[in-house]
């Protein structure tokens, strides 16, 4: 796959030769509806075929990955994180050329509110200062953070606040339509097994709703990762809400950015 990737980059493939996805790049106001699916973990395959339903569409994705993921040393929190399958700065930075927005998910995938808060704060920097070195464009001050099994507490929400644009978080997949000083998100999940069902259930919900920001963490697609999404599910997804003239489908940090 390295292989592959690099011979894509040297001839210019996927970099060059794709158009910049420019299409809802700024929130419009006309819209009552926004659906934010968040991609977590970083699972290459699966990120490159998301990354391939969105571009079909003209739509930018969410990935969000872990700082140390690509490392040889990579702990992986559970069997779903595998290092083998895990992608690394090189496609990072290929994707967000490509339009997509990759934003930190923790230093190793560590569980933030089991630690002590110093630590905790430690190792938030620790992902801010890789993805700062690593990535290309990336500055704190515009990025989201993605607490790990989007797990918080006030401490360090409180402590984090000043230090990103946002963070995501547990609670309530429906948000507020996106504000100025929108600091904490916050977004439901679901797994271990596939999560087309549970996601449309939550979605049809969220759409009979008047108004809203609806931010759903997923995973992986087809099989890989934690609660999966199928890849034929989320590609007649977007068709059909690119079909509904009050629905937005954006990146969180996009969302934010464009405010
Ligand atoms: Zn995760």
Redesign the pocket.
């Known amino acids: 796959m390295e292989n592959r990737r690099s011979f894509l980059i040297k001839a210019g493939i996927g970099v060059v030769t794709l158009p910049y996805l420019s299409c809802c790049s700024s929130f419009n106001r006309s819209i009552t509806h926004l659906v934010s699916i968040s991609f977590?973990?970083g699972f290459e395959k699966s990120f490159l075929k998301t990354a391939e339903i969105y571009e079909k569409y003209e739509l930018n994705a969410c990935f969000?990955v872990?700082a140390s993921g690509h490392e040889n040393d990579f702990k992986p929190?559970d069997g779903y994180?595998q290092p083998l399958i895990i992608g690394n700065f090189d496609l990072w930075n290929e994707l967000k050329r490509r339009g997509h927005e990759i934003m930190p998910?923790?230093y190793i995938?560590e569980n933030l509110a089991r630690i002590e808060l110093s630590d905790a704060q430690e190792l938030i920097i620790k992902s801010l200062d890789v993805f700062s070195d690593k990535l290309i464009n990336f500055e704190p001050l515009q990025a989201i953070f993605?607490f790990?099994?989007n797990s918080s507490s006030e401490e360090l929400e409180d402590w984090l606040k000043d230090k990103v644009l946002a963070f995501r978080t547990a609670g309530s997949a429906v948000n507020k339509l996106p504000h100025k000083r929108q600091k904490k998100l916050t977004c439901i999940s679901a797994g271990p097994d596939n999560i087309d069902l549970y996601f449309e259930e939550q979605l049809q919900k969220f759409l009979s709703e008047p108004k809203g920001w609806f931010i759903f963490?997923a995973?992986g697609l087809d099989g890989e990762g934690?609660g999966p999404m199928s890849s034929g599910y989320l590609d007649e997804l977007l068709d059909r809400l690119q079909g509904m003239d009050h629905v937005g489908i954006m990146p969180v940090g996009k969302a934010l950015l464009s405010l």
Do not use: A, E, R
Request: hydrophobic share 25%; net charge negative.
């Open positions: 977590d973990d969000n872990i929190p994180i998910h923790g995938h993605n790990p099994f963490n995973h934690w």
